[in-house]
Nanobody, 119 residues
Framework: QVQLVESGGGLVQAGGSLRLSCAAS????????MGWYRQAPGKQRELVAT?????????NYADSVKGRFTISRDNAKNTVYLQMNSLKLEDTAVYYC???????????WGQGTQVTVSS
């Protein structure tokens, strides 16, 4: 089992920045993918960004956040970060930390953290 604890959400004005963190604990397999998804009211959960623990940390971003958000990870701390810059109103959502065990395919989710961007 893997437990995920997120932090760093909050209220920010458009154009501002926030940094999300997600720490994983429990039985952590070394080969994994961590990342972030988000869900806005009335919409489906969507990918924001993911990053692997292997192959020199390959990152993948949704087109809507490319150039504005940066995902990174500290494997020694089993923690993934999401630096969000130039935030837009449409970035408002609950952001969920994501952990996938590559070999077995198991997926774990954090409890979610609210990000609200105001005008």
């Amino acid at each position: 089992q893997v437990q995920l604890v997120e932090s760093g959400g909050g209220l920010v004005q458009a154009g501002g920045s926030l940094r999300l963190s997600c720490a994983a604990s429990g039985s952590i397999p070394s080969i994994n993918v961590m990342g972030w998804y988000r869900q806005a009211p009335g919409k489906q959960r969507e990918l924001v960004a993911t990053i692997t623990s292997f192959s020199s940390s390959v990152a993948n971003y949704a087109d809507s956040v490319k150039g504005r958000f940066t995902i990174s990870r500290d494997n020694a701390k089993n923690t993934v970060y999401l630096q969000m810059n130039s935030l837009k109103l449409e970035d408002t959502a609950v952001y969920y930390c994501y952990f996938r065990v590559v070999v077995r395919g198991d997926v774990y989710w954090g409890q979610g953290t609210q990000v609200t961007v105001s005008s």
